[in-house]
């Protein structure tokens, strides 16, 4: 077949798609070559390895998060501009889960390009804490703190860990937004840091 068009930015994108049709965890050069009905062999001159595709698979993602994360936050302020940045990442999760769990993939050696998608993330969420006067080291303890969340409440959710509960019990969504308005209450009112 016609290997016309191939780059490596093309089977970063194939990738991406196939990510999320089948996990991030399946992709691999020979199930990006079957997809292209080419041989292996002729996508190893754009891409060197699976974990190569991987990499830049995840600064695709990367760079796709954090260019809705700058949209959502432009005009917003303190908890418009929190929700808007943590909903960003949700609604990513939901609609591109192979695509989000590339995002958490840290290459042994990240290109510039990656490093680059990463320091962009932190920038937005310094930008978001800037409506919460958070000075430093709170700044990195929020940083800190509103990744950790969103990351683990957007993975206990895509597992399926919260369908056990009750009928009577709220739903994720209704949960996720007392959470986000919990996590506003704690940016207006963080407390000094305490030298153990």
């Known amino acids: 077949m016609a290997r016309a068009g191939l780059s490596g930015a093309r089977l970063a994108q194939a990738g991406a798609d196939l990510a999320d049709e089948v996990g991030f965890d399946q992709v691999t050069v020979s199930a990006l070559a079957r997809r292209f009905g080419v041989q292996v062999a002729s ?22 998060l954090a260019d809705a994360a700058g949209a959502a ?12 940045f943590a909903n ?16 958490r993939f840290v290459p042994a050696t990240p290109s ?55 009928p009577s019990s709220p739903d994720s969504t209704g949960s996720w937004h007392r959470i986000l308005d919990s996590l506003d209450s704690l940016l207006r009112t963080w407390p000094e840091r305490h030298t153990p």
């Open 43 to 64: 996508l190893y001159s754009h891409v060197k390895s699976s974990q190569d595709l991987k990499a830049r698979i995840a600064t695709v993602a990367l760079s796709e």
């Open 73 to 84: 936050l432009a005009g917003r302020a303190r908890q418009d501009a929190l929700a808007a």
């Open 88 to 103: 960003v990442y949700r609604d990513y999760a939901h609609a591109h889960p192979g695509r989000y769990a590339a995002a």
């Open 112 to 166: 510039p390009e990656h490093l680059e998608a990463g320091r962009r993330h932190t920038e937005l969420t310094r930008a978001l804490l800037r409506g919460y006067d958070l000075d430093e080291p709170a700044q990195t303890d929020a940083i800190r703190l509103l990744g950790s969340v969103f990351h683990g409440y957007v993975s206990l959710e895509l597992a399926g860990s919260f369908s056990h509960s009750s």
